[in-house]
């Protein structure tokens, strides 16, 4: 019997999924391949993030397994993540994410 699965991890590092349809608050997430106890803390638009970790304010939002924003506040485990809790990156974050990146090793 295959799983349902309802969201997507895109990369390992992520600390947020993608909802694969609309979650209703409380319905649990599916992942593919992963075991979670995590439920939407309210309804969750399909194609939006939900954050899969806690995401303190000002840490990086990881999508991807980059950094796509930062949060503005504090953001539980469960949580819509969108615009009104997370802001892009400006230049000045972006420069800083390159000076950290060892290109060495990549």
Same mark, same amino acid.
């Given at each position: 019997?295959?799983?349902?699965?309802?969201?997507? !991890?895109?990369?390992?590092? &992520?600390?947020?999924?993608?909802?694969?349809?609309?979650? !209703?608050?409380?319905?649990?997430?599916?992942?593919?391949?992963?075991?979670?106890?995590?439920?939407?803390?309210?309804?969750?638009?399909?194609?939006?993030?939900?954050?899969?970790?806690?995401?303190?304010?000002?840490?990086?939002?990881? !999508?991807?397994?980059?950094?796509?924003?930062?949060?503005?506040? &504090?953001?539980?485990?469960? &949580?819509?993540?969108?615009?009104?809790?997370?802001?892009?990156?400006?230049?000045?974050?972006?420069?800083?994410?390159?000076?950290?990146? &060892?290109?060495?090793?990549?």
């Amino acid at each position: 019997m295959s799983q349902k699965v309802n969201a997507l !991890k895109l990369d390992e590092e &992520d600390n947020v999924a993608v909802a694969l349809e609309t979650l !209703k608050a409380g319905e649990l997430l599916s992942i593919k391949n992963e075991i979670t106890k995590i439920s939407a803390t309210k309804t969750i638009p399909y194609g939006h993030k939900i954050a899969l970790n806690p995401i303190p304010k000002g840490n990086r939002v990881i !999508k991807y397994g980059e950094c796509m924003g930062l949060a503005t506040e &504090d953001i539980a485990i469960g &949580d819509h993540v969108h615009v009104s809790n997370v802001r892009g990156l400006t230049e000045e974050d972006k420069s800083f994410q390159k000076e950290c990146i &060892d290109v060495e090793n990549i």
